[in-house]
């Protein structure tokens, strides 16, 4: 079955969340849901579909906003990287930035590398530090689909400037561990538009 991403834009700061089905499926993934619970309840309901899982690419508190809210009304499990429960849990997911004190404690913390399968697809953990200690990309090998959070944009990257953040680290991963991937790998990113692993490659040449 091919795999359906659907993305929604979320919260003050124009988070994208992502909804990631299997075509005729009725269970759902949602990675990033940064804001906005109900109205990603309501487009989950639109696509006839119900989530079994939360996949967070990083901490922040336009990543994480809605995760709670969804976590107890589906009863669903929520998935972070090991290195960002830090992040997860204190005030260094910045949610002090817009008046608010968020945190998330994730149900399983992931390792690099590790193949999760959930919904009858599979999501390998590419950790990407840089942006936040435990920023974490997820890769969907055979669909050629990459979540990249905001390790890597459009021609672009995250800002480094936060607690643990790291421009040297996030140059390492966007280099090392992304740029090493396949062409034509759509990346779907946690601001802004897709792009591609192709595209990206001509922008970090001087690397």
Known sequence: MSVCVNKMIVGPVRTNCYIVYQEGSDKAVIIDPGDDAFEIEYRMNTLKVKPVAILLTHGHFDHI??????????GIEVYAFRDEKEILTTDKNLGRMVGERITVEADKYLTDGFVTEI????FKVIHTPGHTIGSCCYLME???ILFSGDTLFYHSHGRTD?????????????????????????VYPGH????????EKMIYDCY
Request: hydrophobic share 40%; charged share 30%; proline share 2%.
């Open 65 to 74: 906003g809605a995760v709670n809210t969804l976590k107890e009304h589906f």
């Open 119 to 122: 919904a009858g697809m599979h």
């Open 142 to 144: 055979e669909e050629k």
């Open 162 to 186: 936060f607690p643990t953040g790291s421009q040297s680290a996030i140059i390492r991963s966007i280099v090392d561990k992304l740029l090493v991937l396949d062409d034509d790998i759509i």
């Open 192 to 199: 802004e538009e897709d792009t591609t692993i192709g595209s």
